[in-house]
């Protein structure tokens, strides 16, 4: 797993590492315990980006169902969706407002045809391409 800035989560192109936005804590406290925000996040990545490649789903199919997954799989460690979704959108603001200054070259764009903005896209399209091009 790695850090990456301007979107929560996300993937490489050939599926080999999975990146969590730096914003976003590591662990929540829930009922006296505080548990990891990973598994849940890496897990909705694999099952979207699977979907994706394997079963070849547009990406807003994939990325709903990825989502219900990962949904279970917080009930299933006992946390509310509710309490698991108010702090992933706690930091999301701070995740959008965030200037773009470092994006991995093998970030997997495909979501941002679907679901960014025209102006986020082609600014992080830019951004990789950059990369990519240096020789990253």
């Known amino acids: ?10 993937y490489s192109r050939d599926a080999t590492t999975i990146y969590i936005d730096r914003h976003l804590p590591r662990t929540i406290r829930w009922r006296g315990k505080d548990v990891r925000l990973e598994p849940f996040l890496v897990c909705h990545e694999i099952v979207e980006k699977a979907l994706l490649d394997e079963l070849r789903l547009h990406y807003l199919h994939a990325h709903q169902i990825a989502s219900r ?3 279970d799989a917080v009930r299933g460690a006992g946390l509310t969706w509710r309490h698991y ?5 706690a930091h999301e603001k701070a995740i959008d407002e965030e200037q773009l ?11 941002c045809s679907d679901a ?4 986020r896209s082609s600014s992080l399209r830019g ?4 990369t990519e091009t240096a020789g990253n």
């Open 69 to 71: 997954i990962e949904r």
């Open 1 to 10: 797993m790695s850090l990456l800035t301007a979107i929560e989560a996300g």
């Open 85 to 89: 979704q108010s702090v992933i959108k």
């Open 116 to 119: 960014w903005s025209k102006h």
């Open 101 to 111: 200054r470092c994006v991995p070259g093998d970030l997997d764009l495909t979501p």
């Open 127 to 130: 951004m990789v391409q950059g």
